[in-house]
Nanobody, 115 residues
Framework: QVQLVESGGGLVQAGGSLRLSCAASGSIFSMHEMRWYRQAPGNERELVATITSGGSTNYADSVKGRFTISANNAKTTMYLQMNEMKPEDTAVYYC?????????WGKGTLVIVSL
């Protein structure tokens, strides 16, 4: 079993910053990749950023240059530093992990960016 718990969501003004955290526990020793997704009201879930066990990162075009994904060496904690935030970044942000061919999800944390 794998448990993922997000934290750090909240209300921020446009142009501001927020840092999300994801605490991973359980059978994570074979984790291949960790991910941040988001889902805005009425929209499908969108992949925001990924980080592999080797530290390689990838970003959606919509957040490239503004968001940074990182994780500690043990991959027990993952972060998403969000800068220069825009109202269109408003969404529920989910932590995800890909382990031995299975995908796991957290319950999400709400981020609201106001004008």
């Amino acid at each position: 079993q794998v448990q993922l718990v997000e934290s750090g969501g909240g209300l921020v003004q446009a142009g501001g910053s927020l840092r999300l955290s994801c605490a991973a526990s359980g059978s994570i020793f074979s984790m291949h990749e960790m991910r941040w997704y988001r889902q805005a009201p009425g929209n499908e879930r969108e992949l925001v950023a990924t980080i592999t066990s080797g530290g390689s990162t990838n970003y959606a075009d919509s957040v490239k240059g503004r968001f940074t994904i990182s994780a500690n060496n043990a991959k027990t904690t993952m972060y998403l530093q969000m800068n220069e935030m825009k109202p269109e970044d408003t969404a529920v942000y989910y932590c995800g992990a890909h382990i031995l061919g299975m995908d796991y999800w957290g319950k999400g944390t709400l981020v609201i960016v106001s004008l």
